[in-house]
């Protein structure tokens, strides 16, 4: 399965930045990601009040991690937390 790797960069509401990867199966839509997005920053209480192609990038395709897979097939994607996500 290849999935579709979009980069994202959010400030925090109390300093600093955010920094998690959004995957997504291949075909997903731009927008699909984006709204995938809101919903995990909402999960973190973290308000933002537009996400744009500035914070959420596609970054490039790559074959599914097993681990990724099991919460992409049942939400329809998956977050990386890389920095900043606690």
């Known amino acids: 399965m290849k ?4 980069d994202t960069y959010i400030p925090r509401k109390n300093g600093g930045f955010m920094h998690f990867d959004i995957i997504t199966p291949a075909d997903t839509s731009y927008e699909q990601a ?13 308000p933002i009040l537009a996400l744009t192609c500035k ?13 990724w897979k099991t919460h992409i097939l049942r ?11 606690n």
């Open 3 to 6: 999935v579709a790797i979009f």
């Open 34 to 46: 984006l709204i995938f997005a809101q919903e995990y920053l909402r999960s973190k209480s973290q």
């Open 55 to 67: 914070e959420c990038k596609f970054c490039h395709l790559e074959q599914v991690v097993p681990s």
């Open 75 to 85: 939400q329809g994607y998956y977050v990386h937390e890389l920095k900043g996500c």
